[in-house]
């Protein structure tokens, strides 16, 4: 079966995803509550015995939610950096000391026959990370809650065969809604979230290699539609090169109430 993944929900309400071969399965993020994740992982046929470990990428409730129960009751293996492990304790309660590990940013670890990476991003979080996975020939990319892509992210995303892209907001819905300017400048800072424009951007600088297939991810519910975020990343990649290629490319949708479809990469 190869490299496969399913976002199980993606959004400012809770953030999951399951990332899986033929080895091995990982959660990332646990934004949920624990019976809410079960639920989840049951609608793509996976049970929680299924899962290896989880790995964070932040301290922020949207991410960690069900962090604790669920690893305590599943005795699963959690990994995330010292720093964030420091933010999200006192949210998370105490894991048995056999299930915590420390995976330090930008370093790489194995489970069976999948390799993980971490890499760190630009949020208003302690020491935030995205995290790429390979296996059988095959890369996917996570990168979402950051406030922009670095060259060093640039690099970190090169060769993706599919990736998972924060396209967070459409500028001028956030500037009009109703948050206040405070909370508009953090989103909107880089330290925030990507703009509809800016994944665009990125992906400008991406598509030269065997990346096909990009799914848009943390929608915010108020400020940004799946469709528009679609339309605004399709024109900024219009307008910058003829290296794209609609028919060898597709952007992809992810929900905030259900999981997407399993992607089969390699």
Sequence with gaps: MGLRFTVLSSGSTGNATVVSTDLATVLVDVGFSGKKIEELLSEREISAQDLDAIFVTHEHSDHIKGLGAFARKHKLAVYANEKTWGAMKRTIGEIPEDQCNILPSDSVMEIADLRIESYAISHDAIEPVGYCFQADGGKLSLA???????????????????????????????????????????ILGDTGHLSNEAAGEALCSLLTGSLRRVYLAHLSQEHNLMDLAKLTVNTVLEDNGNFYRKDEFALCDTYHDRPTAWDIIK
């Design 144 to 186: 979402t809650d950051l406030g922009y892509v670095s060259d060093k992210v640039m690099r970190q995303l090169q060769n993706s065969d599919v990736m998972v892209l924060e396209s967070n907001h459409d500028v001028n819905m956030l500037r009009m809604g109703r948050y206040p300017w405070n909370i508009k400048r953090r």
